[in-house]
């Protein structure tokens, strides 16, 4: 099993920026392609973006499109998330994912098997 712990959640101003962290670990050595979600107060889980496993692949929702980006480091079992110029609304628990199906990433949170625990961001305006 693969264990996801995040970290870098918090409260930022409006316009502010944060990092998340998510970290991998577990007894397999395996390389997943890696996904960031959030869910948002009475709102449905939704994607977020999304990197293949070498990293040279990246999507992203378009309401983050420009202001976040998803990087990795491979060596360090470690995916980022980068958020600039945040914004009210994208208050929200922000969930790192593990993809174990075949594709080089995905969008779909059903192709995601592994979920961590969630990081809370708030953003005050």
């Known amino acids: 099993q693969v264990q996801l712990v995040e970290s870098g959640g918090g409260l930022v101003q409006a316009g502010g920026s944060l990092r998340l962290s998510c970290t991998a670990s577990?007894?397999?050595?395996?390389?997943?392609?890696m996904g960031w979600f959030r869910r948002a107060p009475g709102k449905e889980r939704e994607f977020v973006a999304t990197?293949?496993?070498?990293?040279?692949?990246?999507n992203y929702a378009d309401s983050v499109k420009g202001r976040f980006k998803i990087s990795r480091d491979n060596a360090k079992n470690t995916v980022y998330l980068q958020m600039n110029s945040l914004k009210s609304e994208d208050t929200a628990v922000y969930y790192c994912a593990a993809d174990t199906t075949p594709q080089p990433y995905s969008s779909s949170k059903s192709d995601y098997e592994h979920w961590g625990q969630g990081t809370q961001v708030t953003v005050s305006s």
């Open positions: 990197i293949s496993r070498t990293g040279l692949d990246t």
């Open positions: 577990g007894r397999t050595s395996r390389t997943y392609a």
